[in-house]
């Protein structure tokens, strides 16, 4: 592999999604479409990070659509949870006054890493999975998400994109996924980590129950109906407005929970360390052209 992170290096972090994870849709049987799966979810996770959902999803059938009246009713049920909601925000500050704050911060943030916590809860059964690991990311859309082996010793996974591809691999069973990311297919959340996009635009928000001045909370429910998720919440920093944790809620009522720390912005990360090359024993379950 063909990175500029070094074992033990204190020049880079930005949290990245656990391909161990399953995922948020419902799962089927192959290991191709597993892993497909598990990119999308991956994608979602990156598109928090940076204050938005991601939709980024592989061309095959690895992702499992909601049919779309179980999707609307989802959808409504996270709407109106949202607009209930009795909390508060900074003093003089509207929720999407907050909102505007928060894209500012990634506006200005030319790259970020963190350490980061994951947690996944399956309701149907009954499961939670925590990983942890680090993240880096880095304008234009260059990503990259390092899953730890529990205990901290080596790495399980790694999800990296350098904007053009996304690249998915596990250390264990030695395999590689590949997907290709055309400008065409770029969704509003990932347009937003390259400083676009407007998350009042694309999304309804609110102040969360739980929200006070000292620790502002957000909810944010898609305008624009989606099978992937149905709510957003981003726990704020109340000075910087940076996202501290962020939970994406899906429509069977399961969560996926990342919280950063330690995050550090705009130290000129390297961009080797968003390349990625397969090792020559890596068994590539989709393999594709060079992507542009």
Known sequence: MSSGF???STHIIFALFSANMDVIMKPRSTTTNRIGRRLWTAAAIVGLTSGVALSVQPSSDGVFELSSGANALAQEKAAKEAKASKGSGPAEMSA???AER???FYKETADYNAHFQQIYTDIAAGATKTSKGRVYFKKPGKMRWDYYNPGGKGRSKVLVSDGASFWIYEYEFKQAFKKCLADSQLPT???FLMGQGDLIKEFNISFADNSTAKKPVLNLVPKVPTS??????????PKTFQVKK???FDPYGNTNQIEFAKAKINKNLPDSGF???PPKDARLLNPQKKCD
Do not use: A, H, M, W
């Open 96 to 98: 999407n006054d907050v």
């Open 189 to 191: 959340s990932l347009k």
């Open 102 to 104: 928060i894209q500012d």
């Open 275 to 277: 390349t990625f090359e």
């Open 246 to 248: 962020t939970t994406i």
């Open 228 to 237: 992937k998720y149905t709510r957003l919440v981003f726990e704020l920093d």
């Open 6 to 8: 070094r074992p033990g």
